[in-house]
């Protein structure tokens, strides 16, 4: 069972917007910013989402928000290649080590 | 260009040892945190060790204490991770990857088979 938990799957089709979340507690989500990560077709993983920050190259319908232990991973406009496996993660200050949520499977119909 | 490039996976029996290493180019590597993640055949990220920007502090999950021990060499711009006493459940891919909490870069990752 991981420490932060995602919803198994999300669909939805081309130009719609999706949101995807991850929960956790005071001890990480509540205390420290989360990374969201995209994985496709069991490739390696790829940061989308550094906190509240895009990273380079990653399009601006990506955006990240965070209210008390909930973050969310919101994409505008969805697009065939953003089907894929969404995994959140950050720190835990009780447990001391970097926790993960056990991933969402995104569907594009 | 950044670039995390790991290297050392391979088939091993159990109880058996690997030294996995990652090398980083395209930034100034003894300024980052650095971490390895690893993802089971299947399954999703696991954290499994990080260390800080000049290796003094480093924190391993607790299914790997004392058998796995992360290392870095900043003259080399290289991370290591030396593996013990290695398990069937170790098997998976292993990403080097750049951060402590949040990252923000990863290598491609290096498969570890323990199998006999």
């Known amino acids: 069972q991981s420490a932060l938990t995602q919803e198994a799957s999300v669909s939805g089709t081309v130009g719609q917007k999706v949101t995807l979340s991850c929960t956790g507690d005071?001890?990480?989500?509540?205390?420290?910013?989360v990374g969201w990560y995209q994985q496709i077709s069991h490739g390696a993983p790829k940061t989308v989402m550094f906190?509240?920050s895009l990273p380079p190259g990653i399009p601006d319908r990506f955006s990240g928000s965070k209210s008390g232990t909930t973050a969310s991973l919101t994409i505008s406009g969805l697009q065939p290649e953003d089907e894929a496996h969404y995994f959140c993660?950050?720190?835990?200050?009780?447990?001391?080590?970097?926790?993960f949520g056990g991933g969402t499977k995104l569907t594009v119909l | 260009d950044v670039q995390m490039v790991e290297s050392g996976g391979g088939l091993v029996q159990p109880g058996g040892s690997l030294r996995l290493s990652c090398a980083a180019s395209?930034?100034?590597?003894?300024?980052?945190?650095m971490t390895w993640v690893r993802q089971a055949p299947g399954k999703g990220l696991e954290w499994v060790a990080n260390?800080?920007?000049?290796?003094?502090?480093?924190h391993h999950v607790d299914s790997v204490k004392g058998r796995f021990t992360i290392s870095r060499d900043n003259t080399k711009n290289s991370l290591s991770l030396q593996m013990n006493s290695l398990r069937a459940e170790d098997t998976a891919v292993y990403y080097c990857?750049?951060?402590?909490?949040?990252?923000?870069?990863w290598g491609q990752g290096t498969l570890v088979t323990v199998s006999s």
């Open positions: 395209g930034f100034t590597f003894s300024g980052y945190w």
């Open positions: 906190g509240n």
């Open positions: 005071s001890n990480n989500i509540g205390r420290y910013g």
């Open positions: 260390t800080n920007e000049d290796g003094s502090e480093k």
């Open positions: 993660s950050t720190w835990d200050n009780r447990l001391s080590v970097q926790v």
């Open positions: 990857a750049r951060g402590k909490a949040i990252i923000d870069c």
